[in-house]
């Protein structure tokens, strides 16, 4: 069936530090990828996404490339703030039966 | 515009004790969704309404019922609490327009503690 795996957390880095999140999918045909994120005591809100095979998605920073050949997209940003802490969720979405499935969730916590 | 909003924000329940969870979105949607969410787990579909007055249920329905009750409010009833309904659940909407996947807008949240 379709699903998403995400690396475990907690990551903990520096300030300014490089952030690689890894996402990795199993799905029939072509599905769209996301990345949302979850500030502290608040709701998923969508960071980015791809819709179709080498699509990059970019948003505050953070880029995700989807590539089919490796069933991946990982999620990355050159130089990470505090203020990026929190949990971001990969999740793609298929045709049939119109729904997202949501990777576990990787937390982030950036040190000053 | 408030986006999706959800009542109340926090609760807890005796076991065997119902409750219905409030969803509203003033975006104009046409899908809506509820799902918990549970540490490790990622979150994971209870229903989803695909439009106004369909309903579907997701990946973990038992225990639980849903009204779609117009295009604005979706709501999500728990006829008899359990302790393992104890999570977090997320009201979300989307327009539904598209077959590629549109942006799923979510509430802020309502926690549930069933003792």
């Known amino acids: 069936g379709n699903s998403v795996t995400q690396m475990e957390g907690p990551v903990t880095l520096s300030e300014e530090a490089f952030l690689t999140i890894n996402c990795t999918y199993t799905?029939?045909?072509?599905?769209?990828l996301f990345w949302y994120v979850q500030y502290p005591g608040e709701g998923l809100q969508l960071l980015l996404k791809?819709?179709?095979?080498?699509d990059k998605g970019s948003n505050k920073g953070f880029e995700a490339t989807y590539r089919k050949e490796t069933t991946s997209f990982h999620l990355e940003k050159g130089s990470v703030q505090v203020s990026d802490s929190a949990v971001y969720f990969c999740?793609?979405?298929?045709?049939?039966?119109?729904?997202?499935?949501f990777g576990q969730g990787t937390e982030l916590s950036v040190k000053p | 515009n408030a986006g999706v909003t959800q009542t109340p924000k926090f609760q807890v329940l005796k076991t065997g004790q119902s409750m219905t969870l409030q969803c509203a979105q003033d975006?104009?949607?046409?899908?809506m969704y509820w799902y918990r969410q549970d540490p490790g787990m990622g979150l994971r579909l209870i229903y989803y309404?695909?439009?106004?007055?369909?309903?579907d249920k997701g990946e973990v329905p038992n225990g639980y019922n849903v009204s779609r009750l117009n295009k604005r409010e979706f709501s999500l009833r728990l006829e008899s609490a359990a302790p393992s309904q104890t999570s977090v659940y997320f009201c979300?909407?989307?327009?539904?327009?598209?077959?590629?996947?549109?942006?799923?807008?979510f509430g802020p949240g309502t926690r549930l503690l069933v003792l």
């Open positions: 979300a909407s989307t327009a539904g327009t598209s077959g590629r996947g549109e942006t799923q807008y």
């Open positions: 791809a819709t179709k095979a080498d």
């Open positions: 999740a793609l979405f298929y045709n049939q039966g119109g729904k997202l499935i």
């Open positions: 975006m104009n949607h046409n899908s």
């Open positions: 799905a029939t045909g072509y599905p769209s």
């Open positions: 309404s695909a439009s106004e007055g369909t309903t």
